[in-house]
T-cell receptor
C-alpha cells in the first residue's frame, strides 16, 4: 500500500460531460503529481503541485484543470470529455520536489471510460 | 521535450530464462528510475540510478545507468512468473526548475510463463 488514495476507482461517463478525480497524498507528502496512462502506454505527466501551488506543467489540455487544497489533497477536473480522454489517471505524491531523487508514490489510479 | 524509448515493448519468455530491457534517450538525465506496474495498481519504484556507469543489483535484477546518463538497462536473471508486469523507466530532467518531474518511457510488458 503506497498510502496514496484515489477516488473513484472507476468512472464511466458520456462525451461532453465533466468529471472530478480526487487524490489524497501519502501522509507527510507535500507534492502531488497527476499522470495519464492510455492503453498499453507509459505515463504522460500532466501537472504537479507543491504545498498548494502549481510547480510544473506537462502536456495538460486546456479542458483539464487541477488544484491542491490546504489539506494537501488534490482534484483533477476534466471537462468537455472526448472519447480519447478514456485512460487511467494516476496521482502520485512525494515529500519535497527539491529532493530531486525522492521516489514518487503512486495511487492505484482512476479508470475513466468516456462513451 | 525529453523522450525515453523502451525496448522491447513486449516480451514473453519461459521461466528460468534471462532477459534485458533497454531504455534509451538522446537527452541527458540527472537520474533515472525503474518502476514495475501490475494490473490494477500504480507503478512501484524498484531502483534509482544517479551516477553515469552505476550498476545496482536487486536480487535477480541488475540495473545499469549509461556512462553518458542517456540510457539504462534492466537485466533479469532466471525470470520467474512473479516477475510478470509492466516495467517503466523514468528520467529526471537536468533542469533544476523542473522540480521532481519524471519523464516516463512507453514501458516493456513482460510475461513469464511457468
Amino acid at each position: 500500500d503506497s498510502g496514496v488514495t484515489q477516488t473513484p476507482k472507476h468512472l464511466i461517463t458520456a462525451t461532453g460531460q465533466r468529471v472530478t478525480l480526487r487524490c489524497s497524498p501519502r501522509s507527510g507528502d507535500l507534492s502531488v503529481y497527476w499522470y495519464q496512462q492510455s492503453l498499453d502506454q507509459g505515463l504522460q505527466f500532466l501537472i504537479q503541485y507543491y504545498n498548494g501551488e502549481e510547480r510544473a506543467k506537462g502536456n495538460i489540455l486546456e479542458r483539464f484543470s487541477a488544484q491542491q487544497f490546504p489539506d494537501l489533497h488534490s482534484e483533477l477536473n476534466l471537462s468537455s470529455l472526448e472519447l480519447g480522454d478514456s485512460a487511467l489517471y494516476f496521482c502520485a505524491s512525494s515529500f519535497n520536489p527539491r529532493q530531486r531523487n525522492s521516489p514518487l508514490h503512486f495511487g492505484n489510479g482512476t479508470r475513466l471510460t468516456v462513451t | 521535450t525529453q523522450l525515453l524509448e523502451q525496448s522491447p515493448q513486449f516480451l514473453s519468455i519461459q521461466e528460468g530464462e534471462n532477459l534485458t530491457v533497454y531504455c534509451n534517450s538522446s537527452s541527458v538525465f540527472s537520474s533515472l528510475q525503474w518502476y514495475r506496474q501490475e494490473p490494477g495498481e500504480g507503478p512501484v519504484l524498484l531502483v534509482t540510478v544517479v551516477t553515469g556507469g552505476e550498476v545496482k543489483k536487486l536480487k535477480r535484477l541488475t540495473f545499469q545507468f549509461g556512462d553518458a546518463r542517456k540510457d539504462s538497462s534492466l537485466h533479469i536473471t532466471a525470470a520467474q512468473p512473479g516477475d510478470t508486469g509492466l516495467y517503466l523507466c523514468a528520467g529526471r530532467s537536468m533542469n533544476n526548475n523542473a522540480g521532481n518531474m519524471l519523464t516516463f518511457g512507453g514501458g516493456t510488458r513482460l510475461m513469464v510463463k511457468p
